[in-house]
């Protein structure tokens, strides 16, 4: 869901009008999606981290 509303974003800066406001706030839109798909990302490499490191540990 988050994907498509990045890949939709220069679309919809062409159908807006080109006013601040509405700039603004798509810019703080993308924003917080942009940083909630980090932290998304962020998360699983460090569950796949540590899914390798409790493979790799033979003593447990």
């Known amino acids: ?4 509303l990045l890949t939709s974003a220069p679309r919809a800066l ?4 080109r006013d ?3 700039l603004s706030a798509l810019a703080l839109v993308l ?3 942009g940083g909630c798909m980090l ?3 962020r998360e699983q490499l ?3 981290k540590a899914q390798v490191a ?3 540990n033979p003593l447990e």
């Open 1 to 4: 869901m988050h994907l498509e």
């Open 14 to 17: 062409t159908t807006l009008a």
């Open 20 to 22: 601040n406001g509405n």
């Open 31 to 33: 924003g917080v999606v």
């Open 39 to 41: 932290s998304a990302w």
């Open 46 to 48: 460090r569950e796949r």
């Open 54 to 56: 409790r493979r790799s």
